[in-house]
């Protein structure tokens, strides 16, 4: 009888690491500074200090390599972590290919994504500096869901705006938050004059994760006891998700393997990062030379057709300007069933390392990724949120070039979590009613006026 497959590579609780990775110590160029948009200067600590604690404020600009990770952080995260990391043999087996394709897995979590691995660490540091409340936007609601869960570990209220397309979409979400004790609205709201601003000119708006940071920012900068918290495109969000990476090396190593290509889905850039970035500490030290590739969706593809430039990261403009790629901080996402990809913009800095060469990007219509994660539950027996369904499709598309040209490659990706909550967009995929959306000349040219109204900064 021929030895069992080995499909999952764990670590003991021993093993998961207790420090974070800022890959801002090691990035071969500085990225651009963040910019306030009255002075055009870069912006300190001062002015971030009415949205987010000293501590994340600190996160943000740090040169420091690694941040120890709070060992009340790592008491929540031990509900879970570390996560597994999967073979996917019956998918290789059902491709045909020669190719090697691991995939970690974060639905694992309380909340079912890789979200809660920096909302704990943010609610932590929040309740450290006296705040109560945290304010955010989620898409998809995972981010939401994760946020609500942190606050219910350390006794605090969150208040939750959700894309109403998302909303409407993904009834489960709303309870799930609403069941680990969140406030959730749809969003754009009437409770916010940023909400009402777009519901004046737009009554049907299906809503943006911009318009949604727009009302979740200004309700805690009205407020002394609340803040504000965001789940992907800030430095500090990034730095915490680097435990999904600095995981998946130790439990790649157990096997004896390194990736030939790292894969990831990107939206605002939290998972994608949070995989990438300990494998790019380790290509350039030159202990492995991965390709990295960044997936995002064609109806939304800031990365491969956005501008880099300096842009609000809300719709309304009370963020800091962040040069970043952006489709235009007025853009309104068409509503694809990838909720958590639906932001203009993306992370400065897989922005920054993008314009630098360091990572590709590509862009999957959803057709193509829902075959990916219909086929990748079929033969894993995992149903995947539609997000990492990209990432699916783009290492599926590698493996079967490996079956024509008979390279043996070791793929990874991150499964940054289930569909369980997302089965309405699998029917929709099943039936045949789901369509395509891609991007425009029209579009580009929306994202160029929106990019004028902008202050007059150096881009």
């Given at each position: 009888?021929?030895?069992?497959?080995?499909?999952?590579?764990?670590?003991?609780?021993?093993?998961?690491?207790?420090?974070?990775?800022?890959?801002?110590?090691?990035?071969?160029?500085?990225?651009?500074?963040v910019?306030?948009?009255?002075?055009?200067?870069?912006?300190?600590?001062?002015?971030?200090?009415?949205?987010?604690?000293?501590?994340?404020?600190?996160?943000?600009?740090?040169?420091?390599?690694?941040?120890?990770?709070?060992?009340?952080?790592?008491?929540?995260?031990?509900?879970?972590?570390?996560?597994?990391?999967?073979?996917?043999?019956?998918?290789?087996?059902?491709?045909?290919?020669?190719?090697?394709?691991?995939?970690?897995?974060?639905?694992?979590?309380?909340?079912?994504?890789?979200?809660?691995n920096?909302?704990?660490?943010?609610?932590?540091?929040?309740?450290?500096?006296?705040?109560?409340?945290?304010?955010?936007?989620?898409?998809?609601?995972?981010?939401?869901?994760?946020?609500?869960?942190?606050?219910?570990?350390?006794?605090?209220?969150?208040?939750?705006?959700?894309?109403?397309?998302?909303?409407?979409?993904?009834?489960?979400?709303?309870?799930?938050?609403?069941?680990?004790g969140?406030?959730?609205?749809?969003?754009?709201?009437?409770?916010?004059?940023?909400g009402?601003?777009?519901l004046?000119?737009?009554?049907?708006?299906?809503?943006?994760?911009?318009?949604?940071?727009?009302?979740?920012?200004?309700?805690?900068?009205?407020?002394?006891?609340?803040?504000?918290?965001?789940?992907?495109v800030?430095?500090?969000?990034?730095?915490?998700?680097?435990?999904?990476?600095e995981?998946?090396?130790?439990?790649?190593?157990k096997?004896?393997?390194?990736?030939?290509?790292?894969?990831?889905?990107?939206?605002?850039?939290?998972?994608?990062?949070?995989?990438?970035?300990?494998?790019?500490?380790?290509?350039?030290?030159?202990?492995?030379?991965?390709?990295?590739?960044?997936?995002?969706?064609?109806?939304?593809?800031?990365?491969?057709?956005?501008?880099?430039?300096?842009?609000?990261?809300?719709?309304?403009?009370?963020?800091?300007?962040?040069?970043?790629?952006?489709?235009?901080?007025?853009?309104?996402?068409?509503?694809?069933?990838?909720?958590?990809?639906?932001?203009?913009?993306?992370?400065?800095?897989?922005?920054?390392?993008?314009?630098?060469?360091?990572?590709?990007?590509?862009?999957?219509?959803?057709?193509?990724?829902?075959?990916?994660?219909?086929?990748?539950?079929?033969?894993?027996?995992?149903?995947?949120?539609?997000?990492?369904?990209?990432?699916?499709?783009?290492?599926?598309?590698?493996?079967?070039?490996?079956?024509?040209?008979?390279?043996?490659?070791?793929?990874?990706?991150?499964?940054?979590?289930?569909?369980?909550?997302?089965?309405?967009?699998?029917?929709?995929?099943?039936?045949?009613?789901?369509?395509?959306?891609?991007?425009?000349?029209?579009?580009?040219?929306?994202?160029?006026?929106a990019?004028?109204?902008?202050?007059?900064?150096?881009?």
């Open positions: 009888m021929a030895a069992p497959l080995q499909h999952k590579v764990l670590l003991t609780e021993d093993e998961m690491p207790t420090r974070w990775y800022n890959v801002l110590h090691d990035l071969p160029t500085p990225p651009p500074p910019l306030h948009p009255g002075t055009g200067q870069p912006v300190g600590p001062d002015d971030l200090a009415p949205l987010f604690p000293m501590d994340l404020i600190l996160q943000e600009v740090s040169g420091e390599q690694y941040v120890d990770i709070p060992e009340e952080v790592l008491d929540v995260y031990r509900l879970w972590r570390p996560s597994p990391l999967f073979r996917a043999h019956r998918l290789e087996q059902a491709l045909g290919t020669p190719a090697r394709i691991y995939y970690k897995y974060e639905g694992v979590s309380p909340a079912g994504s890789h979200k809660p920096t909302a704990v660490p943010q609610a932590f540091y929040n309740l450290k500096a006296g705040i109560r409340k945290l304010t955010t936007e989620t898409g998809a609601g995972q981010w939401g869901t994760a946020l609500a869960f942190a606050c219910a570990q350390f006794g605090m209220e969150c208040e939750v705006w959700q894309v109403r397309a998302s909303y409407d979409q993904k009834p489960y979400r709303r309870m799930m938050i609403e069941t680990f969140g406030r959730v609205h749809p969003s754009p709201s009437d409770l916010t004059n940023a009402r601003a777009i004046a000119e737009h009554p049907d708006s299906t809503g943006s994760l911009g318009i949604a940071i727009s009302e979740a920012v200004e309700v805690a900068a009205q407020n002394a006891d609340t803040n504000y918290a965001l789940g992907s800030l430095n500090h969000v990034l730095l915490h998700q680097t435990i999904i990476g995981e998946a090396l130790l439990q790649l190593a096997v004896g393997e390194t990736p030939d290509l790292l894969v990831g889905c990107t939206g605002g850039g939290s998972n994608f990062g949070g995989l990438a970035f300990p494998f790019l500490r380790e290509k350039w030290a030159g202990r492995m030379s991965p390709v990295v590739r960044a997936v995002e969706p064609a109806a939304c593809p800031s990365l491969t057709q956005g501008t880099y430039a300096y842009d609000f990261g809300d719709t309304a403009g009370m963020t800091p300007l962040m040069k970043m790629h952006t489709l235009g901080h007025d853009f309104i996402p068409d509503p694809i069933h990838a909720g958590g990809l639906r932001y203009h913009g993306m992370s400065p800095l897989i922005s920054h390392l993008y314009e630098e060469g360091e990572l590709e990007a590509i862009a999957k219509t959803q057709s193509e990724c829902f075959a990916a994660g219909v086929l990748f539950a079929r033969t894993e027996g995992n149903v995947p949120a539609p997000e990492p369904t990209h990432a699916l499709a783009a290492a599926i598309e590698e493996a079967l070039r490996c079956k024509e040209s008979g390279e043996e490659k070791v793929i990874l990706t991150a499964l940054c979590g289930h569909g369980h909550l997302d089965l309405p967009a699998y029917d929709a995929y099943l039936s045949g009613a789901m369509s395509d959306r891609e991007w425009t000349d029209a579009d580009q040219a929306a994202v160029a006026e990019l004028t109204k902008l202050p007059a900064v150096s881009q």
